[in-house]
């Protein structure tokens, strides 16, 4: 179910927005609009939909409009033309009312640099945001204590923030707005400002915690790498447009211009990319009781395969034979080839990442078969493209290599 | 000599037109200043050494306190007792309405971009204009005596609490504000649970401020008649007596020291 909507949003700085919003009409750049207005165009026709109890993960370089945008959704900063809806309510119609009520119960946000309060103990600023919809102290204590518990940070009650480690400081945060049990939590650049080892352990702490909560986390990051570890979803935004929308293998594999790509080239891409993703789908087979060694070794022959996958006749993976088992059976004239099957051969499913595959080249030099959980063949994985996708050379390129290394 | 021309005038024009609200304002002071009066001189001194130093002693520290006690054990036996106590509550009453304007003043200024290039210039001109220019107009509205005194004392004296709040306000980090916004702060709780908080130090800076250029204000603004230690120091300059232009000047210096020492510290927290 869709959470947050947003839809044709464009947010400009600076005066004469409306010469500069006719200018966006007509698709002018931002360096055009700049230099003909003197507006600064932040954001650029925004177009989203955030489903319920997803992490969302908008990336993008400083500048890039990502945390603009963000405010934009509980109106911290007004957009200048476009529509937001939360739960199908328009954000961007409400009074002034509304919108401190749906800030205090629905969209709760967590900062970079914290933004609490230096003068008040841990506890009081877990409550914070139930102090202001004025609930009364003996109950936004409680609340607050249970929330405190959640993150970890028990024993910590009446300690002032100030007196906090970063990465505490930043459990506080997340307490405040999960205090208010809001449906929407709003993270800019939460953990940004924290050390990579707290960083990483934040990451994996705040995943545990949306297994239990399911909310629907609208997570602001520079960081590509946090990005694949915690978006369920990721739009990538370049100067206040954003480029691309999708799941992580999505971007990786499929950049969907120069610029996305140049931002996924140093990720690592075998912790990411799958056996799905990469395997051959519906690869020449032998079939048990149909194919016999000479239609086998025709197989092979008109593909330039030494081996090939055995299914039974419902596709239940069996193993593989190879070319000089083949050719042997063929001399012997034995009409089945059930007695050749090597099946002592690991199999992978197609959620396997290129990390956890390679080790296995080192175990065989046969493809590597892509079973689902009946362990029904779905494709194979070649050694070749395995290494083309670990390297990031094409197959051409690693062919030269190797016929480099023969010549030497 | 135009604009001074204008300013007679005008000043002129306020007396002429508005004596009721001055006999107002002079009657309200008037009676402010004579109850905190009364409160200190009846006092017996030894209960007012007590209070001061248990004061000391509570916000600013052992030494400080020693030095309170010390310091206004030596006012008493210089004679000068109750004067240093109607200077003392011509201060107090004279803070209380500068702060009782200023605060408001400063946390206007700090949230109103036009209030602020309004008061700004006009508390430079506040500042900078020099003190005993402000006892001439004082007279005219209030007469002598120790209403105009304070008067004077007020306008010389609101400027730092003014500045100093509004500067405060504005210090509070903003991603703190902008994070109270987020959970639904009003403008109304915005200031009073995060931003004033923030910025009580700089706020008391101010109050501190404030209390010492009142303090060096009503010795001034006995030349008009206002009644204390400065009356003594006038005595002193006009009959060349330098033992007793000395002696009251002494006081003067304490009281000041010991106002200091116990308002600087009125931010920090308690010392043990």
Request: aromatic share 6%.
């Amino acid at each position: 179910m869709e959470k947050i909507k947003i839809e044709k949003l464009s947010l400009v700085f600076g005066k004469g927005k409306s010469k500069a919003l006719k200018m966006l009409d007509e698709g002018k750049s931002k360096a055009e609009i700049l230099e003909a207005t003197g507006c600064n165009v932040a954001v650029r026709d925004a177009n989203l939909t955030i489903n319920e109890g997803e992490i969302f993960v908008i990336m993008g370089l400083s500048g890039s409009g990502k945390s603009t945008l963000l405010r934009c959704i509980n109106r911290l900063i007004e957009p200048t033309t476009g529509k937001i809806f939360v739960n199908n309510d328009e954000i961007t119609r409400m009074s002034d009312k509304e919108l401190l009520n749906i800030r205090r119960t629905e969209l709760a946000m967590v900062f970079q640099h914290f933004g609490l309060l230096p003068h008040r103990t841990v506890l009081s600023n877990v409550a914070f945001g139930l102090e202001l919809q004025g609930i009364n102290r003996v109950d936004r204590d409680k609340k607050a204590e249970e929330t405190i518990e959640l993150v970890g940070l028990k024993g910590y009650e009446n300690q002032k923030v100030s007196e906090l480690s970063g990465g505490m400081q930043q459990r506080v945060g997340l307490a405040r707005g999960l205090a208010n049990a809001p449906e929407v939590l709003l993270m800019d650049e939460a953990f940004s400002a924290l050390d990579p080892l707290i960083r990483s352990q934040m990451q994996d702490e705040l995943l545990l915690l949306q297994e239990k909560m399911q909310k629907t986390i609208l997570f602001i990051t520079h960081d590509l790498e946090e990005a694949i570890k915690l978006g369920d979803r990721i739009a990538i935004m370049k100067d206040g447009v954003i480029v691309q929308v999708g799941n992580s293998e999505d971007i990786i594999t499929n950049p969907a211009d120069d610029y996305v790509k140049s931002f996924v080239e140093n990720v690592d891409r075998s912790k990411i990319v799958t056996a799905g993703t990469i395997m051959f789908e519906k690869p020449k087979l032998a079939r048990l009781k149909k194919d016999g060694p000479a239609v086998v070794l025709r197989t092979m022959r008109d593909i330039g395969v030494t081996s090939l996958p055995v299914v039974r006749t419902n596709r239940t993976f069996l193993g593989f034979v190879k070319i000089e088992d083949v050719v042997d059976l063929k001399k012997k004239e034995i009409k089945t080839i059930e007695s050749i099957i090597r099946d002592s051969v690991m199999t992978v499913n197609p959620d396997t990442t290129v990390e956890d595959m390679l080790p296995l080249l080192s175990k065989t030099n046969l493809p590597i078969p892509v079973v689902n959980e009946d362990n029904h063949l779905l494709g194979v994985v070649t050694p070749t493209s395995l290494i083309a996708e670990t390297t990031g050379k094409d197959t051409i390129e690693i062919d030269e290599i190797i016929q480099k290394a023969i010549a030497l | 000599m135009i604009i001074g021309q204008y300013i007679e005038d005008g000043v002129n024009w306020l007396t002429d037109n508005f004596s009721g609200v001055f006999d107002g304002i002079n009657t309200g002071m008037s009676s402010l200043i004579q109850v905190i009066e009364s409160v200190w001189i009846g006092l017996p001194f030894y209960v007012t050494i007590a209070l001061f130093t248990g004061v000391a002693l509570w916000k600013a520290g052992r030494s400080n306190a020693i030095l309170t006690l010390l310091g206004l054990v030596f006012i008493y036996f210089t004679g000068f007792w109750e004067e240093t106590m109607q200077t003392f509550s011509l201060v107090l009453a004279s803070a209380i309405i500068a702060l009782a304007i200023g605060i408001p003043l400063g946390i206007w200024s700090a949230k109103n971009r036009t209030a602020n290039s309004i008061i700004r210039p006009i508390l430079d001109f506040m500042q900078t204009m020099p003190a005993f220019v402000y006892l001439i107009p004082a007279v005219l509205f209030f007469g002598l005596g120790t209403v105009p005194g304070a008067f004077a004392t007020i306008i010389f004296a609101m400027p730092p609490v003014v500045r100093l709040t509004s500067l405060g306000i504005q210090q509070v980090p903003e991603d703190i504000v902008e994070a109270t916004k987020a959970f639904g702060a009003t403008p109304q709780q915005l200031l009073v649970k995060v931003q004033l908080p923030l910025a009580m130090p700089t706020i008391l800076a101010g109050v501190n401020q404030t209390i010492m250029m009142s303090l060096s204000m009503v010795v001034i603004a006995s030349m008009i008649g206002a009644k204390g230690l400065g009356e003594i120091v006038l005595q002193g300059i006009s009959q060349l007596r330098i033992g007793l232009g000395f002696e009251s000047g002494l006081a003067v210096v304490l009281l000041a020291i010991i106002l200091d020492r116990i308002t600087q510290n009125l931010g920090t927290k308690q010392k043990k």
